[in-house]
């Protein structure tokens, strides 16, 4: 059974980088052909993909958030990363990690964390 777990600050200010870490049990991020996603849902929103890190370490970005978003890996500890700098108000959501299989579905979800962005 695969789990997912986000951490990190549930409370940035604005200008500063957003930075959670999702921990990943039950199965190895390098397996083919998973995608290792960020998602997050602002109040009162839709869900809404920051982005992806492949099985094999390449990155896919929501084009929207592209040019604030970095995601990252340790295959070592099994976890990925992601940083959203420059973050406003408007970046306050609750986000999640998720894995997407080859059927390009989100099979496993880590539970979310909230970060408001606030000063």
């Known amino acids: 059974q695969v789990q997912l777990q986000e951490s990190g600050p549930g409370l940035v200010k604005p200008s500063q980088t957003l930075s959670l870490t999702c921990t990943v049990s039950?199965?190895?991020?390098?397996?083919?052909?998973?995608?290792w996603s960020w998602i997050r849902q602002p109040p009162g929103k839709g869900l809404e993909c920051i982005g992806s890190?492949?099985?094999?370490?390449?990155?896919i970005y929501s084009p929207s958030l592209k040019s604030r978003t970095s995601i990252s890996r340790d295959t070592s500890k099994n976890q990925f990363t992601l940083q959203l700098r420059s973050a406003t108000p408007e970046d306050t959501a609750v986000y999640y990690c998720?894995?997407?299989?080859?059927?390009?579905?989100?099979?496993?979800w880590g539970q979310g964390t909230q970060v408001t962005v606030s000063s």
């Open positions: 039950g199965g190895s991020i390098t397996t083919n052909y998973y995608y």
């Open positions: 998720a894995r997407r299989g080859a059927t390009d579905e989100y099979d496993y």
């Open positions: 890190i492949t099985y094999s370490g390449s990155t």
